[in-house]
């Protein structure tokens, strides 16, 4: 009998696997409503919808940087019904971070592809005397930890990114952490602190309205939102590149042809022209690819946090 059942076990999976999916899945969004993880993961939800014919339903548990709900999604059965939707601050940095995040990124995942990036910007008070990020630079390098920058918390984005900033240029400034990145937007224009590096959805209207002077964006190319603002590369930051970005991970040991279904599924959603103007209205862009570009993606972001986060000796515990 046991003979007969390990031999029908393989037969019983592939039959599981041929007809995923077969019933709502839930996307876990390890961050609370309302951010652009996730805004964005609700738009292409609703794409992965109507792609494959049944629910793609939002699950936010929010705490602990991402932690939380990425140690949910590890303890999930491996049966395509239970995702992440991650960002490269739960998958590359949070190991760093965190002592113990509760979950192994290596051991417990596989990707299934890239969702989105979006570039962030980097902004000054008006008042400070740099209108150039080389000039903020020598700003800051002629005195050492009296320039300040905010960011929405330790280990976040907005953090991470200026540390990496600092890690590239040489420079030293003190971090101001807030919980959340409206207060600390507030500060900075109100000049109770000098810089931040934010996403630009976040920081694009008040550099308009003149509120805040534009430095650079962080990405390899201008950005829509902000037309005249040059990267930081092109700016004079030579090597500085860093956005962020998403991905849909499963549970590692998910079976091999619900990976490869669905991996191909969402990387025909993320190159649709609809799925990107959904994303380009919400200030991201969509970023179709393989499970193994995202999984190379995953590899050479972890490699580069990593390093950012032992130089600047961040945690986050």
């Known amino acids: 009998m046991a003979v007969a059942a390990a031999l029908l076990a393989p037969a019983a ?48 548990r929010g705490g602990a940087g ?20 991650a960002t490269q601050g739960v998958l590359t940095a949070n190991p760093f971070l965190y002592k113990k995040p509760g979950f192994d990124v290596k051991a417990d995942f596989v990707p299934v592809g890239l969702t989105y990036e979006n570039a962030h910007v980097l902004t000054v008070n008006p008042e400070v005397p740099a209108k150039t990020a080389p000039e903020l630079v020598g700003l800051a390098k002629s005195k050492p930890g009296k320039l ?17 900033f600092q890690y590239v240029t040489g420079t030293e400034m003190l971090h101001v952490p807030y919980k959340g990145g409206g207060a600390a937007m507030t500060d900075l224009m109100a000049g109770r602190v000098d810089a931040m590096l934010d996403s630009i959805p976040s920081a694009a209207g008040q550099i308009k309205a003149g509120s805040l002077r534009a430095l650079g964006v962080s990405g390899s190319k ?43 599924g969402l990387k025909e959603v993320m190159a649709s022209a609809e799925t990107q103007k959904m994303l380009a209205d919400k200030g991201a862009t969509g970023v179709p690819s393989t499970a193994a570009q995202a999984q190379a993606r995953i590899d050479s972001e972890t490699a580069r946090w990593s390093a950012v986060i032992k130089s600047a000796n961040i945690t986050a515990d």
Not at 40 to 51: G, N
Request: net charge neutral.
């Open 13 to 60: 999976a592939n039959a599981q696997s041929s007809t995923w999916p077969a019933r709502p899945v839930t996307v876990v969004v390890p961050f609370p409503p309302g951010g652009v993880t996730d805004i964005t993961a609700r738009v292409i939800a609703h794409q992965l919808e109507k792609k494959f014919g049944v629910a793609f339903v939002i699950d936010n």
């Open 66 to 85: 991402g932690n939380i709900g990425a140690a949910a999604v590890a303890r999930a059965p491996a049966d395509g019904y239970t995702v992440l939707y």
């Open 148 to 164: 300040n920058y905010g960011s929405s918390g330790v280990g976040g984005g907005s953090h991470l990114f200026m540390a990496y």
């Open 222 to 264: 201008r950005d829509p939102q902000l037309p005249d603002v040059p990267t930081l590369a092109e700016a004079g930051i030579k090597g500085f590149e860093a956005v962020s970005w998403g991905a849909i991970m499963v549970p590692a040991k998910t079976p091999p042809d619900i990976l490869v279904k669905f991996s191909q």
